[in-house]
Structures are given as structure tokens and as C-alpha cells.
């Protein structure tokens, strides 16, 4: 049953959820609030429910992403803590999928269907070593990703008045730290020839999982901000100020030239955009 | 903006993501090749520093701004600012990209696959 009588989820999206993940089963720490006494026009309900079911299907493609990232740090010898949070990370998405669809159905009132799957997608980083592209693939899954992800949810939770969505915000952006530090920790404990590496691939593996963060489509106004969803702008200036202030920070603290970086930065961070 | 602000009122996640991340690790020991890193916030070593690609961690000058344009580093041929990164987990309303199709699987039923697929890197 596993708290299915309180859920919006779709029951094969619940499903997914392992009963041995970070809440025993559970979707979250604890039910979701009711939306409540909230007035909203059919169509208004319709698309904020839409915006939260297609994030339901973004958060479970990412499981797919951990699954490799997990992969990688084992193959690397990574600190056993880091391989286990990772591990972790592939059920808390699917558990991130199902808040999502429970938040989508209580919009519209009734359970959703489940979301329309996405085809997974990851990065090749052509010549790259092996045990290079190992690397990147969890400092740009956990160091970038997440972390433009963590200041995303920091936008949308200041936003957030609705109970509802306040709540399933805090409850991502409490896992989306988690699995941010996986990649902060990791670059700590970096041996030398990796780390160099590394060092030369920082300024297109930025540019790169950017591009991504920057071509979220968004209402331009903060008209649906009070149910989570921010407007472009604060979204994407929450992004560039994580870039200057974690990003950044967070290379220099592990020990890198970000110099190139701070350049590319400092010129208004163009990532160009792909057609 | 960060750059202009006192390091007492920067990013609040630096804290929380960077550096309380030690806490995620069990210890470093059973790591295979793997050792902590001496945490500083001081200027590369000379090994960092001569490992960067050409017209990279070079002080600050145009000739080394114009080699760190990624449209630059394209245009180039340079596949590395070319790739799709990670997925996002945070797609916000169905972006122009975002596609549907029905899709009918060996049983006969029916399914919709969507995709945000873009084509080829060409930066413009």
C-alpha cells in the first residue's frame, strides 16, 4: 500500500520507489499537504499540474543519470559513502517523480496518469580517458547539475507561498543537496592525474551542462511563482549567481585554477545556443 | 554581482553543498588511489596551472579572453563545448523542443514517448 491511499502518484510511478530508500518506501518524509482552499480556473489548474507532471518525467530520467554516476564512482574506487548516497540518488528520483505527479494530481483532483517517459540522455565527453570520463561524468551530473538544480529550488522555495508546493519544494531541494555533494566531495579526493585532467575539460563541462539550465522554458512572469514554478528570469538569475558564487567557489575550494572560468564569467557566461 | 560582494554574503549553497560535502565521505582510506585533497583557496600549483590547454589560466589578457569564447572553441571544431549535457530534473512548462508521439508496442498497445532532442551543435 505504501501510503497510496494519500497520493496523487500514478500507481506504476509509486511503484518505482524502492522500499528500501531514503524513506523506507515512502514518497516523502511525510505526506504531502492538501492544496486546499486555492482559487484557480480550470485551465490555470490545468497548467501548473502539466508543468509539475513533465518534472515528474524529467526527475526519473535522472535516475538513469545516477545509475551511471554510481557506476562510475564504483569503478573508480570512490569513497564507499559517496557510492552509497549515489545509490541512493537513483531511488530518490523515481521518489521525486512520484512528489511531482502527487503535486500534478492534486491540482486537477484525481490521481494522474503517469508521466510520458523521456529517452535518457548523457554526455559522451569525446577524448576523454575512461577513468577520465568517469570523472566528469559525476562532476558534471553532482557538481554542476545539482547544483544549478539546488539553486533553481532555492528560487522556486522563495517564491512558493501554496503549502502544497512549498513543501514539495523543500523536500527536492533537501535531496538535490544531497546528491550535489556527492560531486563536491568527490573533487575533493581527486588522485593528481585525474584532477589534471579534469583541470582542462572545467570550462566546456560548465558551458555544457549550462546550455541545459538555460533552455528550461519558463513563464516570464512570476504569475505560477506561488506554486513553485518561478519566473524565467529569477530561475536563471538564482543559476548564474550559483555559478559565480558555488560553482566557482566550489572549484577553487577543490583546488583548481578556475581563472578561465571567472573570465568566461565575468563576460556574462555565454553558453551560445544549439539548433 | 558575486564577484563585487564581501565573501561573508556569498552564496549561502556554498556552504551547505561544498563545504559540509566532507560529511558525505565514510574516510578516504578505503578509497583505490584516491586521497583527500588539501583544501585551499590559494592561488594553483604550478602542475594545475601547466596542465591547462592552451590559452587557458593565463593572467588576464584578450588574447586568452577571445581562446575561452565558447562560440570561439566551436566554431573551432572543438567538440568539448559541442556536447548535450546532463539531463535537467526541472523542465518547467513543455518547452517548443518538447515533442510527443504515440508510439505502438509489440503487444498492440499504445504509448506516448516524448522527447526535448535538439539537433546538431551549431552555435549561433
Known amino acids: ?275 | 554581482m558575486i564577484f563585487k560582494a564581501p565573501r561573508s554574503v556569498r552564496h549561502q549553497l556554498l556552504h551547505t553543498l561544498v563545504f559540509s560535502s566532507v560529511l558525505a565521505l565514510d574516510g578516504c582510506a578505503g578509497g583505490a588511489g584516491l586521497t583527500p585533497t588539501p583544501q585551499t583557496t590559494s592561488a594553483p600549483s604550478e602542475v594545475t596551472v601547466a596542465a591547462l590547454p592552451s590559452g587557458s589560466g593565463s593572467s588576464s589578457g584578450s588574447g586568452a579572453a577571445v581562446a575561452e569564447d565558447p562560440e570561439v572553441q566551436v566554431a573551432s571544431g572543438d567538440p568539448r563545448y559541442c556536447e548535450r549535457g546532463w539531463p535537467t530534473t526541472k523542465a518547467g512548462t513543455r518547452p517548443p523542443a518538447y515533442h510527443c508521439t504515440t508510439v505502438t508496442l509489440e503487444d498492440g498497445t499504445e504509448r506516448e514517448e516524448c522527447s526535448d532532442e535538439v539537433g546538431p551543435c551549431v552555435l549561433r
Open chain 1, 1 to 275: 500500500m505504501r501510503a497510496a491511499m494519500t497520493s496523487f502518484a500514478s500507481a506504476p510511478t509509486r511503484d518505482a520507489v524502492r522500499p528500501d530508500g531514503r524513506f523506507g518506501g515512502r514518497v516523502n518524509r511525510a505526506p504531502l499537504p492538501p492544496l486546499g482552499a486555492v482559487e484557480l480556473s480550470d485551465e490555470a489548474r490545468r497548467e501548473i499540474a502539466s508543468v509539475w507532471l513533465v518534472q515528474a518525467a524529467t526527475e526519473a530520467r535522472v535516475a538513469t543519470s545516477f545509475a551511471i554516476v554510481r557506476a562510475s564512482l564504483d569503478e573508480l574506487g570512490a569513497d564507499p559513502g559517496l557510492i552509497r548516497l549515489a545509490a541512493r540518488a537513483v531511488d530518490d528520483e523515481h521518489r521525486h517523480a512520484a512528489l511531482c505527479e502527487d503535486v500534478a494530481g492534486r491540482y486537477l483532483g484525481h490521481v494522474v496518469s503517469p508521466y510520458a517517459p523521456l529517452p535518457d540522455q548523457r554526455p559522451d565527453h569525446p577524448g576523454a580517458s575512461p577513468e577520465l570520463r568517469r570523472a566528469l561524468f559525476v562532476v558534471g551530473q553532482c557538481c554542476l547539475n545539482e547544483t544549478f538544480a539546488s539553486a533553481y529550488l532555492d528560487v522556486a522555495r522563495r517564491g512558493a507561498t501554496i503549502p502544497l508546493a512549498t513543501a514539495a519544494v523543500r523536500a527536492l531541494l533537501s535531496d538535490e543537496i544531497d546528491h550535489a555533494r556527492i560531486g563536491w566531495a568527490f573533487v575533493q579526493t581527486l588522485p593528481t592525474a585525474v584532477r589534471d585532467g579534469l583541470q582542462a575539460w572545467l570550462l566546456p563541462l560548465t558551458v555544457c551542462n549550462l546550455r541545459e539550465w538555460r533552455r528550461i522554458h519558463l513563464p516570464s512572469d512570476d504569475r505560477l511563482a506561488a506554486h513553485g514554478i518561478p519566473a524565467w528570469s529569477d530561475a536563471q538569475a538564482g543559476i548564474t549567481e550559483a555559478l559565480e558564487g558555488v560553482v566557482l567557489e566550489g572549484f577553487r575550494h577543490a583546488g583548481f585554477d578556475t581563472r578561465a572560468l571567472e573570465r568566461w564569467a565575468r563576460r556574462g557566461a555565454p553558453v551560445g545556443e544549439v539548433v
